[in-house]
């Protein structure tokens, strides 16, 4: 495992290379995380793949300087990364957010993409509240408004709790990013970096059946956050090339005991 950086415009771009193989693989990590969340994975692909992990924006190690990042964005930093980029074909490894980003990839430039593994993936269906916090700017700005003074918030989502509108493990998952000032900073400032990924479904799996390209879905069973339900809008009408699969598992997919799972759907064709 090596670590390495490139500079993109503004910003500096940490990444992990791993593995010695002829396979490229690209590893985009979920919200909060960093390149090293793929680290369990280092000891199963060294043979057959040479794994590029990226901390992406306003992650790990990354010194990201930009006001935002888009798909195009992305593109010219992996052709920074990635020595043989423009003569080779690659894989996707994606984890929740990091799957977002890896449908844009798909839709962005589909020619250059063999095949893709998503865990828990984000972006197969539209959040209402995302959508406002991040595409309408009075929506923005309620949005930072609430990230300083979360109260109001909190109180309503009790509320909705006692209700029985929402469940406890929203609750949790809402307390978890809304109780401290840094996190929640943190929140606002990724999800309006991210704002220009916005990968549209249709597009893709047209991609995806022209280009042939092997997909996987791969969902926690007891997901709250994003559930196995969401992954047949991108099936649909895509059967023979989009394949759904669920464990035991809830939201935390990139774990140990999902390891062979997870490498058995990169190498198997």
């Known amino acids: 495992m090596k670590r390495c950086s490139v500079t993109y415009q503004q910003s500096e771009f940490s990444f992990l290379k ?3 193989g002829e396979k490229v693989l690209i590893c985009l990590h979920g919200f909060g995380e960093s390149a090293d969340s793929f680290l369990f994975l280092e000891q199963y692909w060294q043979n057959e ?3 590029y992990i990226i901390d992406l924006p306003c992650h ?6 930009q006001k935002d990042f888009s ?12 020595p ?20 844009s990839i798909v839709e962005y430039m589909p020619d250059k993409i063999t095949k893709v593994i998503l865990l828990a993936p984000d972006g197969l269906k539209v959040n209402g509240w995302y959508w406002l916090a991040t595409q309408t700017h009075a929506g923005n700005l309620f949005f930072k408004y609430t990230m300083r003074h979360p109260q109001w ?7 909705l709790n006692k209700l029985n509108f929402i469940n406890k493990g929203a609750v949790k998952y809402v307390h978890k990013y809304i109780d401290d000032k840094r996190v929640r900073n943190n929140l606002y400032i990724i999800w309006t970096t ?3 990924f916005k990968p549209q479904l249709k597009m893709i799996k047209q991609q995806v059946a022209f280009y042939q390209i092997h997909f996987h879905l791969l969902f926690g069973k007891y997901d709250r956050i994003i559930p196995y339900q969401t992954g047949y809008r991108l099936q649909k009408g895509c059967e023979s090339w989009i394949q759904m699969h669920e464990v035991q598992s809830g939201h935390l997919l ?16």
């Open 18 to 20: 791993s593995g010695k």
């Open 71 to 82: 798909v195009q964005d992305m593109a010219a930093v992996l052709e920074l990364i990635i």
């Open 194 to 196: 991210f704002r220009k």
């Open 84 to 103: 043989s980029f423009k003569n080779q074909s690659f894989y996707l490894l994606g984890y929740s957010m990091g799957a977002r980003i890896a449908l």
């Open 254 to 269: 990139l774990k140990e005991k999902h390891a062979d799972l997870i490498i058995s759907l990169l190498s198997n064709e």
């Open 60 to 65: 790990g190690q990354t010194n990201f300087l």
């Open 49 to 51: 793949f040479t794994a």
């Open 153 to 159: 918030f909190t109180a309503v989502v009790s509320l």
